[in-house]
Antibody, heavy 118, light 111 residues
Framework: EVQLVESGGGLVQPGGSLRLSCAAS????????MNWVRQAPGKGLEWISY????????YYADSVKGRFTISRDNAKNSLFLQMNSLRDEDTAMYYC???????????WGQGALVTVSS | QPVLTQSSSASASLGSSVKLTCTLS???????IAWHQQQPGKAPRFLMK???????NKGSGVPDRFSGSSSGADRYLTISNLQSEDEADYYC?????????FGTGTKVTVL
């Protein structure tokens, strides 16, 4: 069974930093590209970042480009999201998600809540 | 970059059917999409991949009541024999070479 477990969420002040982690199990992590998707309170889903299986390519939504960095450690079956210069509007539940080629997002974690507030 | 358009809400009676629409923007009518369900307070769940031909592949454990179809730029999710647990938000998703995009979601209410 595919399992994705996010951690590292919490309360941070505007301008601060936070690093999210996602522990993957139940599949060969190194074979799959991964996404980070977020959801602000009461709002819809927003894709924010993608990384290929080998980390050869990373892409970002304009809303986080230059502030967030996606990375992975295939040896530790882990995905990361380094978030810098956080803003109030970054307050959201952050989901780690597995991507299958030509299918899209096929598995979701339970989410990690990030609250940016002074 | 493609844009996905969904109506904000839909409702139907218990045991009936409801058909949700996700419309791809001009120039992207042949794109594959995915449908996701998000029940209140829960993480999203992948329902199916849906191609422009109307062919679809469901995720593990998705009930037979869920089906997909397509017509031009429109992608449909039909829920038959509507159950109380189907009350949820439904999102469509697509992608291009450098980004992913979600529709705004349709809230389904079971009457």
């Amino acid at each position: 069974e595919v399992q994705l477990v996010e951690s590292g969420g919490g309360l941070v002040q505007p301008g601060g930093s936070l690093r999210l982690s996602c522990a993957a199990s139940g599949f060969t992590f190194s074979d799959y590209s991964m996404n980070w998707v977020r959801q602000a309170p009461g709002k819809g889903l927003e894709w924010i970042s993608y990384i290929t299986s080998s980390s050869s390519k990373m892409y970002y939504a304009d809303s986080v480009k230059g502030r967030f960095t996606i990375s992975r450690d295939n040896a530790k079956n882990s995905l990361f999201l380094q978030m810098n210069s956080l803003r109030d509007e970054d307050t959201a539940m952050y989901y780690c998600a597995r991507v299958v080629s030509s299918t899209g997002t096929t598995s979701w974690g339970q989410g990690a809540l990030v609250t940016v507030s002074s | 970059q493609p844009v996905l358009t969904q109506s904000s809400s839909a409702s139907a009676s218990l045991g009936s059917s409801v058909k949700l629409t996700c419309t791809l923007s001009s120039g992207h009518s042949n794109y594959i999409i995915a449908w996701h369900q998000q029940q209140p307070g829960k993480a999203p769940r992948f329902l199916m991949k849906l191609e422009g031909s109307g062919s679809y592949n469901k995720g593990s454990g998705v009930p037979d009541r869920f089906s997909g179809s397509s017509s031009g730029a429109d992608r449909y999710l039909t829920i038959s024999n509507l159950q109380s647990e189907d009350e949820a938000d439904y999102y469509c998703e697509t992608w291009d070479s450098k980004s992913y995009v979600f529709g705004t979601g349709t809230k389904v209410t079971v009457l």
